[in-house]
């Protein structure tokens, strides 16, 4: 019974929020890595553009609510997903003709588009305070639990309780889909072979007569729904914060570069093993220990590696790691 109480607490503490926060890194760092391998570039903007997409959903959500349009038990901001990935594209691709395209004809090496992505980034930043403020934006709505603690307590009797938030599941959900159709577009589709080929020999592909424009703006589209959908679905399970988004960058380039910068499978690896890695290494064992060993032995601290406030640290470390021992990535992507 022990034993069982605590692969309930462990599942309810660590795998349950690892799956789910793995499924939005992986999400986010797919963008990165698409962008890394097709344009060639570090777009540090990435987080600020999955603030931007989440952003309008927000203000889109809100009219919803305010016009008494509900999914029930489903947040009605799957609704505004759509018309959000509609206008972040439109901005994406207005950034790049206006600011990317220029230093993409000059053929400029990619340290500068980095750092002009990282003025798009502050530009981004200050329009989204200006819209709609600093502060925590809450815009869930629908059934708050799919699992209850309570309710599986008084189901299985147990003393631990397993608790499983409805955008938590949903979320893994979302994931799964989104990955799969992304996967299906650039294996099975005229248009995601040419960006499979773009980004192997850019030369070679336009010598076969590939209109890198086109490959170009593709790309961005993909980005802009990939960044809208990990956006929402982040600010769905806790709550839209603009700064929060920044810091996520962190996180996901550590996703992307562990999976191998330029490889989608790695950047979906990358986003669970750096959430495992942070949720873990945050955790307090506990309970967990507590359950499992005898109680003359049972530990009398937290049993925390570290503090959730250096979670990111986590992210950090991971990151200097893969870039000292492997910069190619656990699946060989470009080094950096």
Known sequence: MDLLNALVALTNFVIVPAMAYGSQLALGALGVTLIYGILRFSNFAHGDTMAMGTMFAVLITWALQGAGVSLGPLPTALLSIPFAIAITAALMLLTDRVVYRFYRAQRVKPVILVIVSIGVMFVYNGVIRFIIGPEDQRFADGARFLISARDFKNATGLEEGLAIKS????????????????????????????????????????LSGINPERVVMVTWLIVAALATIAGVLYGLDKSFKPFTYFQLLLPIFAAAIVGGLGSPIGAIA??????????????????VLGYMMPESLAPDGLVQLLSTEYKFAVSFAILVIVLLFRPTGLFRGKSV
């Open 167 to 206: 955008t938590q599941a949903l979320t893994v959900v979302t994931a799964i889909l989104v990955v799969a159709a992304l996967f299906w577009f650039l294996n099975r589709t005229r248009t995601g072979k040419s960006m499979r080929a773009y980004s192997d020999n850019e030369d070679l592909a336009l």
């Open 270 to 287: 990358g986003g669970f093993v750096v959430a495992f890695s942070e949720i873990g290494i945050t955790y307090a064992w506990k309970k």
